[in-house]
């Protein structure tokens, strides 16, 4: 593992082996977060299916669901909104190149998401990602 | 036309007449004077109205020509001032502005005739004459009895005291007055005359009705002779000379002279009865004769009074020509010198009619029509054809140019010699810009509808461009570390090279190189880096074509055609629009591969396929499907967009292609996108159309003539249709 990436992990530091949901339509994109992410302290999963992603959540556990926002099968918010109905300790990022179409979630919906614009930073979304396992491990205790 | 004026010269009319022109202007007067120097009347030209009204107390006249521009009296008030002092004057307004509503007014309250500046000199010529006999020969409606004369004391004494019987007498037929040297002639009290029928005073009651009628008759009579009964009984012969007053066509009184004619009656009487034996047998011998030149005679009187009807119209006709102010209207000789030139050619031209007459109409044109001898070419083919009509540019006195419409029409005599051209121009300018104002709006508006779509799309656009751009980066950003990685193992691996070079043991940096190469997963990332070089390939390509799909389309079209590819076309417009159809349609694609290229305006058409999958893809509420086909039927090559959206309903399908025709929520549409289409299709003689199942679908159909529009054009007539 590269310095770089062993100093951001010893300030964020996970203490549980996670595995990472990756849902996007573009499978270009897919590849891009794979590789992004692939060398992460955390097993990555991806899938251009939203619904095959709900499939596997039923099976393993999840512990952040990534999502994009505009695809064909079903739209983002609406997607990490039936990863909140199978599991409820999932965390949930949207990741859309459109944010001002967010206006259109309803509040409610809205509110429980955490946003990322594309096109990514690849440092960033790294951090964010540790952020949120890190906040998931803090809530199970 | 110059037969017909010297013609009129013959006919004199029967005294002099005074016609009085007052204008302010010296040269108009010069002017005048010079082209009436040969008329038969006396002129008397004033420089004022006042001028002219001092003139006419003094002196009357026949006819007064008033200008209608002058400083201190409008012509058309010097003419209301004669008519209220001296009505029997004709009045004629001479005016540069005969479309004004002063003249035009004047023409209904007491002015007789208008005359146009700038006059035509015949027609002036004419117009004079033609007033002055006609009054000469108008017949005045007989009034009521008029009212005896006033006294007028500067000549009262004169006339009563005068040596030779005067008296006047009503239209009645009653004496109204009669002086001293009358009474004494017939031996009456001045009592006992007036009032007395002229009936009663002539021996026979006839020839008082003659000379009554003839007075009546506007008559100026003279040597009339009559046998007058004196009071005492004897009869006395008599020699009258009478003419009548005339006050706004009511006859005021007859002004009589009355001369004793006994001792020459006596005389006569002896000679008069061996000419009469003379007369008789020579009347008999010529009484067929005579029948005959009777007839001759009244012939010659029609013929003279439909020439000068028909002078009085052609003299009209000239004076409505010369008035024309909206076109140029002009007169050639066959070999092409303008002959005539009325105010509309001056307004239009630039030139005056003295600047211009006999002069070469080539001077119009510019100096490529002349080079090119398109003058001559016209003439030549008004010559051929009677009459031709042409657009095109014409130059003006000052140079400037002007789009015109131009009639030209060879004029032939009865035996069909060429005599002239007639031309009339008309400065089509205004409504050339306003034409053009019109396709640059209509043009304008397809641009902007085209950009207002385009800006709707943008934001998908943006999408489209976004995620390449985002794994572009990020694949970049993994390439860098993945060369830091290799340049680790690099590193290791030269230093086990140099240590194995120099004789040392390379065993420990291998280790070091078999642990980094384990540690950076080597292998993966060498495979890996081909794939990461492959997806930032086909993100940038990506880009580049919607770009350059969208560079196509922003494009304005130079209004050329270009042979084209709808398949190619669709394309584009698909990429456009493809982040508004990707997630909510499947689109099919089922395009003929050798379809030909049509000629056509590219975007124009592109714009046409963009609207139509935005109107696919926003009649898709959740998930449909859009099928896109392209073939050749027929002669034309025909594009079908169909989506299985929710279909338009019957009473909206006429309205379609309306503009500002939408049901689309506001801001969703402009209802532009199908009125457009049309458009375009329409210009490139194709045509649009549409079927629509509502719940089930619709389907645009349109279709570009394989030759292009204009062997389309050809081919819509019927008799030149292929088989």
């Not at chain 1, 977060?33 to 299916?49: A, G, H, I």
């Not at chain 1, 179409?101 to 614009?117: C, D, F, G, Y």
């Not at chain 2, 009984?233 to 009589?256: H, M, P, Q, S, Y």
């Not at chain 2, 580049?544 to 969208?550: C, E």
């Amino acid at each position: 593992m590269i310095a770089a990436q062993k100093s951001e992990a010893s300030v964020l530091n996970l203490y549980h082996w996670h595995t990472v949901l990756v849902v996007d339509d573009d499978r270009e994109v897919l590849a891009a977060l794979r590789r992004v992410l692939d060398r992460e302290p955390y097993d990555v999963v991806t899938t251009d299916r939203p619904g095959l992603a709900l499939d596997w959540m039923s099976r393993k556990n999840i512990s952040l669901a990534i999502s994009d926002q505009l695809m064909p099968e079903m739209d983002g918010d609406r997607f990490l909104e039936e990863v909140w109905k199978h599991s409820p300790t999932t965390g949930r990022l949207l990741l859309t190149g459109h944010p001002e179409r967010l206006n259109a979630i309803p509040a409610s919906r809205r509110n429980l998401l955490k946003v990322m614009l594309k096109p990514w930073e690849d440092g960033d979304l790294r951090k964010t990602i540790r952020t949120l396992l890190r906040e998931r491990e803090g809530s199970q205790g | 036309m110059g037969t017909k004026a010297l013609k009129t010269t013959e006919r004199r009319p029967l005294r002099s007449h005074k016609v009085l022109i007052a204008d302010d202007q010296p040269e108009i007067l010069t002017s005048l004077r010079r082209v009436l120097r040969e008329e038969p009347y006396d002129l008397i030209t004033c420089d004022s109205a006042s001028k002219a009204l001092e003139w006419l107390a003094e002196n009357p006249v026949d006819m007064v020509i008033a200008d209608e521009r002058m400083p201190e009296m409008r012509g058309s008030d010097l003419l209301q001032k004669v008519r209220d002092a001296w009505p029997q004057t004709i009045r004629v307004i001479l005016t540069g502005y005969p479309g004004s509503s002063t003249v035009a007014q004047g023409l209904t309250h007491g002015i007789d005739w208008l005359i146009s500046k700038p006059w035509n000199d015949d027609a002036l010529r004419l117009t004079i004459r033609q007033m002055l006999d006609d009054r000469d020969f108008k017949r005045p409606a007989s009034g009521p009895p008029a009212e005896p004369v006033k006294s007028e004391p500067e000549s009262a004494d004169f006339c009563e005291q005068a040596a030779v019987p005067l008296s006047s007498i009503g239209a009645d037929g009653r004496v109204l007055w009669a002086n001293r040297a009358e009474l004494d002639f017939l031996g009456y009290s001045k009592h006992e005359y007036v009032g007395k029928s002229i009936i009663d005073i002539h021996a026979d009651p006839r020839t008082a009705q003659e000379l009554l009628r003839r007075l009546a008759d506007g008559e100026t009579v003279r040597q009339f002779e009559a046998r007058l009964r004196r009071r005492d009984g004897t009869f006395v012969d008599a020699l009258i000379d009478a003419n009548v007053r005339w006050e706004d066509r009511k006859f005021v009184r007859a002004r009589c002279i009355t001369r004793d004619n006994t001792s020459q009656k006596s005389t006569e009487a002896r000679l008069r009865r061996d000419r009469d034996e003379l007369e008789t047998s020579i009347r008999e011998r010529t009484r067929d004769l005579q029948g005959a030149n009777d007839e001759l005679h009244r012939e010659s009187t029609e013929r003279q009074r439909a020439e000068d009807t028909q002078r009085l119209s052609e003299m009209r006709f000239r004076l409505l020509v010369e008035g024309v102010k909206d076109y140029a209207i002009y007169m050639l000789s066959p070999d092409g010198i303008i002959v005539s030139w009325n105010i509309g050619s001056e307004r239009i031209k630039g030139y005056t009619a003295e600047e211009i007459l006999g002069r070469p109409q080539s001077m119009f044109y510019t100096d490529e029509d002349r080079n090119a001898n398109k003058p001559e070419r016209l003439l030549e083919s008004a010559k051929a054809h009677g009459r031709i009509e042409e657009e095109g540019w014409s130059v003006r006195k000052d140079g400037s140019r002007f789009w015109s419409h131009v009639v030209i029409t060879a004029l032939r005599d009865p035996s069909g010699r060429l005599i002239g051209f007639a031309k009339i121009t008309q400065d089509l300018t205004e409504r050339r810009r306003a034409d053009e104002d019109k396709a640059r709006l209509s043009a304008q508006m397809l641009q902007g509808q085209k950009l207002q779509a385009i800006g709707q799309l943008s934001a998908g656009i943006a999408h489209e461009i976004n995620n390449p751009v985002g794994y572009i980066l990020s694949n970049l950003n993994t390439m860098g570390e993945y060369c830091q990685d290799l340049r680790r193992l690099l590193k290791v691996a030269t230093a086990a090279a140099s240590a194995r070079e120099k004789g040392g043991d390379p065993t420990e940096a291998l280790k070091e190189y078999q642990r980094i190469a384990e540690d950076i997963h080597a292998d993966h990332l060498i495979a890996d880096l081909v794939d990461v070089v492959g997806d930032c390939k086909l993100g940038g390509e990506k880009i580049r074509d919607i770009v350059r799909s969208l560079r196509e389309f922003s494009h304005v079209d130079e209004g050329e055609l270009r042979p084209t590819d709808l398949n190619k076309c669709l394309e584009d417009a698909l990429r456009i629009c493809w982040n508004e159809l990707k997630y909510k349609a499947e689109v099919r694609k089922d395009y003929q591969a050798d379809l030909p290229q049509v000629p056509a305006y590219p975007q124009r058409l592109g714009q046409v396929f963009m609207n139509l999958l935005v109107n696919a893809g926003q009649a898709i509420e959740k998930r449909g499907q859009v099928f896109l086909s392209t073939r050749v039927e027929g002669e034309y090559a025909v594009v079908r967009v169909r989506d299985t959206g929710q279909g338009i309903p019957p009473e909206h399908l006429s309205k379609l292609f309306e503009p500002f025709f939408t049901t689309k929520e506001v801001g969703t549409g402009t209802g532009l996108g199908l009125h457009v289409a049309y458009k375009i299709v329409n210009a490139h003689r194709g045509k649009i159309e549409i079927s629509s199942v509502v719940g089930q679908g619709t389907e645009f159909t349109v279709r570009i003539p394989l030759g292009g529009p204009r062997v389309a054009a050809a081919t819509e007539h019927p008799a030149e249709r292929r088989p």
